[in-house]
């Protein structure tokens, strides 16, 4: 979708006046407070669409692009019970999310402090900064659903086989600011 001066797109079942508003196309970068704003506003003020949007696949997680914008990407994730993420970061990129639906098991880490375990319940958002690592799975025994919110968008997550093994230095971010064109693009590999 292009507006008259920046390009962007949102997911056809949610197009509105009130989502194009809450994406903020002509925002380049967001901050994590920003950010769990967005994913707790899209789940609360959107969740019957979204549950209309969502699929539940036994053989894989599941994913669906919500926006897309030159400074923020936002993604729906369904987690059936025993689907998780291996430990990663997200290179660099800020983030949050909000659980929609069910209870997501979080195991964190930000560089050189402890790891730690938490539930994220219906309704939980937790917004984090550059250097946070973690490995997110759905242990309970109903499905979940939840709101993804990254910026700067699609930037190359890293894995780890541990979260022991985070380095101490914060991946950078691309240094080469990237066209909407190319970003789509890459959005629509990742889809
Ligand atoms: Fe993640």
Redesign the pocket.
Known sequence: MTSATVDFEVHPRLDSASVRALVHPERTLWTPIELRLLTSVTAGALAAPLSEVARFVPERRWWARLALTWGVELWLLSWLPGQG?RP???GGAA?S?TVLTGTLSETYRYPGKQIRHAQRATGATIGFGAG???E?RNRGVVPALSV?A?SPPLVP?RNYSSLHHIPDRIPPLPARPRSFAELRAQAEDES
């Open positions: 993420t990663h970061d997200h983030g999310f946070h690592a973690h997110v993804h990254y997550t």
